[in-house]
Each structure stands twice: as structure tokens, then as C-alpha cells.
């Protein structure tokens, strides 16, 4: 899916700026109201809360992720996965269900002057954003970040209250109050955390 965007700053890491929706049209508004399975509506047109969180967690702690294999699941945008790279991260993958996100990840991260690679053997650290959103979705990204955990990663994980957070899998590590499109989210701020899974 083509869609018109601009490059701007992340509203709580506006050191890194994406590509994004900037016309206030909200998610389904881009896909004529309608949802089909066959093709994702593009999610990763928007920064969400749970990834910009994450961005400015590991901007502010670039330790987390200096010198090791990153990767990010459900990048959307990429921000966390930029973040990372940013952060002087070994190497960094972005992988997404929809094959549009992956490449916007690589795009943004472009506009940034970073890069970002196919995949990453063995990650030490594993991000995931904004991803307990739906029923059918929480599960699967649960055991997903559960086998990275028993593998040996660190697991973070920003999430801004969605209902199908497992929050007795996670620690809070810090809550961020987060700026986003009231189009989006119906408000303009949302109180979002950064998890380490236990």
C-alpha cells in the first residue's frame, strides 16, 4: 500500500524522525473503513505508544542494547528497532507480519542514517511494541517472547494498557507519558510502560 507521509520527528524521541501519516486520517481511515486478513492494515504508517516508549527507554539507557544482537518483533515503524541502532546495537532486525512494514522499517531507519539487517541469530535483546492488542494476537506474541526469554534474551516490551497486556509475565521498568494522534488513540497522551519480562 502506497500512502502519502512525511518525515517527521517521533513525538518522545524527536532525535529520530519517520516517515508517517501526517493528515489526520486514523489507521482504518486508510483502508476505506474496512479490515481484510489478506492484507494488514498499515499500522506501520503510525508511531505507536508501546514503540515510541520503548525508543526513549533505550535512547536514555543506550547499555541496553549497545553491542548486541537486537531483534524487533512487530516493528511497525521501525522506531524501537532505529532506537536500538541508534544506540550502537551489534546488529538489528525488524521483522513484521506485513511485508510493507518491514519495509518501512528499513526505510525510516535510512532517513536516519542507520541500517537495519534481515534477521539475527541468537538475539540478546528482543523488543516488541504495542503488540497485546487484539485476542487473537496476544497469545501467539506471548509464546513468541517466552521462547526468546528461555533462549536468553532480554525482553522489553512497551505497552500502553492495551487489555490483553500478560502483565504478571513482566516487570515494569519505567511508564512514559506518551503523545499520540487523538485520531488514533481518542486522546493525546497515553500513559505507557516499559516491561522486562521476568
Known amino acids: 500500500m502506497r500512502l502519502s507521509t512525511r518525515l517527521l520527528p517521533v513525538p518522545l524521541a524527536p532525535e529520530l524522525r519517520l516517515h508517517l501519516v501526517d493528515d489526520g486520517r486514523?489507521?482504518?481511515?486508510?483502508?476505506?473503513?474496512?479490515?481484510?486478513?489478506?492484507?494488514?492494515?498499515?499500522?506501520?504508517?503510525f508511531?505507536?505508544?508501546?514503540?515510541?516508549?520503548?525508543?526513549?527507554?533505550?535512547?536514555?539507557?543506550?547499555?541496553?542494547?549497545?553491542?548486541?544482537?537486537?531483534?524487533?518483533?512487530a516493528t511497525g515503524s521501525g522506531v524501537a528497532a532505529?532506537?536500538?541502532?541508534?544506540?550502537?546495537?551489534?546488529?538489528?532486525?525488524?521483522?513484521d507480519i506485513d511485508p510493507a512494514a518491514a519495509e518501512a522499517a528499513r526505510r525510516n531507519a535510512a532517513a536516519n542514517d542507520l541500517s537495519l539487517v534481515t534477521d539475527v541469530d541468537d538475539p540478546e535483546l528482543?523488543?516488541?511494541?504495542?503488540?497485546?492488542?487484539?485476542?487473537?494476537v496476544a497469545p501467539q506474541m506471548t509464546?513468541?517472547?517466552?521462547?526468546?526469554?528461555?533462549?536468553?534474551?532480554?525482553v522489553l516490551?512497551?505497552?500502553?494498557?492495551?487489555?490483553?497486556?500478560p502483565g504478571r509475565l513482566f516487570e515494569l521498568v519505567t511508564e512514559y507519558a506518551v503523545p499520540v494522534p487523538r485520531v488514533l488513540e481518542e486522546t493525546e497522551s497515553l500513559?505507557?510502560?516499559v516491561w522486562r519480562m521476568k
Open 26 to 45: 486514523g489507521l482504518f481511515d486508510l483502508t476505506g473503513g474496512e479490515f481484510h486478513s489478506d492484507q494488514p492494515p498499515p499500522f506501520w504508517a
Open 47 to 73: 508511531v505507536w505508544a508501546g514503540g515510541q516508549a520503548l525508543a526513549r527507554y533505550l535512547l536514555d539507557h543506550p547499555a541496553e542494547a549497545a553491542g548486541k544482537r537486537v531483534l524487533d518483533v
Open 126 to 136: 528482543v523488543l516488541a511494541g504495542d503488540v497485546f492488542y487484539s485476542p487473537s
Open 143 to 154: 509464546a513468541t517472547l517466552r521462547a526468546a526469554r528461555r533462549a536468553g534474551a532480554t
Open 82 to 95: 532505529i532506537a536500538a541502532a541508534r544506540c550502537g546495537a551489534a546488529a538489528v532486525a525488524a521483522t
Open 157 to 165: 516490551v512497551g505497552d500502553p494498557g492495551r487489555g490483553f497486556f
Open 191 to 193: 500513559t505507557t510502560g
